[in-house]
């Protein structure tokens, strides 16, 4: 998503948690830094944390948990796919919980080609300790 507001291509105004007609405040995660330990993140064993509800350079974060934020991001992929889309590129995926790419992806309409970032560890990325 985006960490500021303006006009999209077709001049439907935006702001950082406003997506007219399509997101709005409830449908992203708040408040996050990186490196805070919030209850939805998960300990792994070489990170130490995960940042799945977190706002990663001041970009808001949409909450895939809920159902209909995944039903929109499933309607847009089903859109693409009867475009004639035969693979989908999913942004940002290692910090979307594996549970909610899977229930997303369930809800296509046909098999498609999925590729996604690989999460790799690097201690470093624990950028705010507090």
Do not use: W
Not at 11 to 33: A, E, I, L, P, W
Not at 69 to 89: E, K
Not at 91 to 103: F, R, S, Y
């Amino acid at each position: 998503m985006t960490s500021g507001s303006g006009a999209g291509v077709a001049g439907t105004s935006y702001t950082k948690y406003v997506y007219t007609g399509t997101y709005q405040y409830q449908d992203f995660h708040h408040n996050f830094r990186v490196g805070r330990i919030e209850p939805r993140q998960q300990k792994t064993t070489r990170m130490g944390l995960r940042f799945n509800s977190c706002e990663l350079s001041g970009l808001a974060d949409l909450d895939t948990e809920t159902e209909y934020v995944r039903g929109r991001l499933a309607t847009y992929g089903n859109d693409l796919i009867s475009l004639g889309a035969d693979g989908l590129r999913l942004d940002a995926a290692k910090h979307i919980p594996a549970p909610d790419i899977a229930n997303i992806l369930s809800r296509l309409s046909k098999t498609v080609y999925i590729t996604q970032e690989a999460r790799i560890s690097i201690p470093s990325l624990l950028l705010d300790p507090g």
